[in-house]
């Protein structure tokens, strides 16, 4: 069974930008569901659960039966989204890229500052819930983009390296409406270091 997996730091070491009551709120409520619902979809083809996440999502219309895909790419997604998401952030972070990841986006975008204006309009512009995403493309570039509710780009052939949550309830608690003040918080958090790992070991 996939299993919910723990935050990597407490859930106050993010504050005061993202607070301890929405970190409770979202990982223990929200994605807590979405893994349940994703076991509960799947508890009648245990071959499944010998497969990862991304395995499934990737090849979902050829893994998956028809009768539970719907339920499956909901759950699925916000479960590999969502796991994505906590180790985006870490406290003491942000600041601008590291490494090799740091070369891409300024090679990519020109500037940490271009990248950081694309990825929060990518965040800012989604209406209503989504998320957005900086993904390495098949041709091995670096793309922003945003998508819609449980939507990944590891679906459409990309892999994720940082993504940000702008469903309201990622937000709503600390922010109200306030999207790009929230946005803005992201950027205090965002970790670097483990993107620019997950960045190398895409590119090998």
Not at 160 to 182: F, G, S
């Amino acid at each position: 069974m996939f299993i919910l997996p723990a935050l990597p730091y407490p859930l106050e070491d993010l504050g005061p930008y993202i607070s301890s009551d929405t970190l409770e709120y979202h990982h223990g409520k929200h994605h807590a569901a979405y893994t349940n619902k994703l076991n509960d979809a799947l508890k009648d083809y245990p071959d499944l659960f010998e497969k990862s996440i991304e395995e499934i999502l990737i090849n979902l219309n050829d893994l998956v039966p028809e009768t539970i895909r719907g339920a499956v790419r909901k759950n699925g997604g916000q479960f590999y989204n969502h796991s994505l998401y906590w180790v985006s952030m870490a406290p003491n972070a942000g600041g601008e890229p590291v490494g090799e990841l740091a070369v891409a986006i300024k090679d990519q975008f020109e500037s940490f500052e271009q990248f950081k204006d694309q990825f929060s309009k990518a965040g800012a512009t989604q209406f209503g819930s989504g998320w957005a995403w900086l993904s390495i493309t098949e041709d091995g570039s670096l793309e922003v983009e945003s998508t819609l509710n449980e939507d990944t780009p590891l679906m459409h052939g990309k892999t994720p390296i940082l993504t940000m949550d702008v469903w309201e309830h990622a937000y709503y608690l600390d922010y109200q409406n306030k999207r790009p003040d929230y946005i803005e918080a992201f950027f205090q958090v965002i970790d670097w270091v483990s993107a620019n790992e997950r960045y190398l070991k895409a590119k090998k």
